[in-house]
């Protein structure tokens, strides 16, 4: 089992930047990557970032290529998202995610369903 917690959430005005941080907890070394996706009312959940827990590989949506950068903290145990030059259809509540099964575990991916563990969530506002 894995237990992960979302903080940093909040809001700026467009242009501005915010932090995001994700603890994960319990059996973590079973985690082959994670990423960040978000969810803005009325709309189905979408990728933002991935990374391997091992290589430190990433992937990116387009949307925030360039703006976003996703890392982890594996002593910590602690993945992050840095968001600059937010937009107001940044606008969304961000979930972090975890996969620990062991297949293609190399491989990276931004669909919601390729992940078995999720936090809870952390709403984002962005104002234009």
């Known amino acids: 089992q894995v237990q992960l917690v979302e903080s940093g959430g909040g809001s700026v005005q467009g242009g501005g930047s915010l932090g995001l941080s994700c603890a994960a907890s319990?059996?973590?070394?079973?985690?082959?990557?994670m990423g960040w996706f978000r969810q803005a009312p009325g709309k189905e959940r979408e990728g933002v970032a991935a990374i391997g827990t091992g290589g430190g590989s990433t992937l990116y949506a387009d949307s925030v290529k360039g703006r976003f950068t996703i890392s982890q903290d594996k002593a910590q145990n602690t993945l992050y998202l840095q968001m600059n030059s937010l937009k107001p259809e940044d606008t969304a509540v961000y979930y972090c995610?975890?996969?620990?099964?062991?297949?293609?575990?190399?491989?990276?991916?931004?669909?919601?369903?390729?992940?078995?563990?999720w936090g809870q969530g952390t709403q984002v506002t962005v104002s234009a």
């Open positions: 319990g059996y973590t070394s079973s985690m082959y990557s």
């Open positions: 995610a975890a996969r620990t099964n062991s297949n293609l575990r190399a491989f990276l991916s931004l669909v919601p369903g390729w992940y078995n563990y």
